[in-house]
């Protein structure tokens, strides 16, 4: 044992993170999914995976990064908050990225 009181094991024993770093942002456009898909439907969009990845990036681009660190029991009260916050933003942003995708699409 060394003067801490930490043995040279625990010190050696790589450490467990309690918590998690996380873009609410990416995490709200993953629950808005079928929102987005539906604008595309509408608006005429190409719906492969390379213009769905496009609308998602364009989406992401626009909307301002939002990094929390969480642990698994904090995940959801923090999704609601930010969902409500920044719902009309994101469908705002996805309608926009729909248009750009559709008059150049890069697949």
């Known amino acids: 044992e060394t003067d801490s009181g930490v043995s040279e094991e625990?010190?050696?024993?790589p450490k467990t993170?309690?918590?998690n770093m996380m873009n609410v942002m990416e995490r709200l456009?993953?629950?808005?999914?079928?929102?987005?898909?539906?604008e595309m439907r509408q608006n005429g969009v190409?719906?492969?995976?390379?213009?769905?990845?496009?609308?998602?990036?364009l989406v992401l681009t626009q909307m301002p990064a939002k990094y929390v660190i969480v642990?698994?029991?904090n995940i959801s009260p923090i999704?609601?908050?930010y969902e409500n916050r920044y719902r009309i933003s994101m469908l705002t942003e996805i309608l926009?990225?729909?248009?750009?995708v559709?008059?150049?699409p890069r697949h």
């Open 10 to 13: 625990e010190k050696k024993a």
């Open 17 to 19: 993170r309690a918590y």
């Open 29 to 38: 456009l993953v629950n808005m999914e079928s929102d987005m898909e539906e």
């Open 46 to 57: 190409c719906m492969c995976d390379r213009c769905r990845a496009d609308v998602q990036a």
């Open 71 to 73: 642990d698994s029991s």
């Open 79 to 81: 999704i609601g908050y």
């Open 96 to 100: 926009k990225a729909c248009v750009t």
């Open 102 to 104: 559709k008059e150049k």
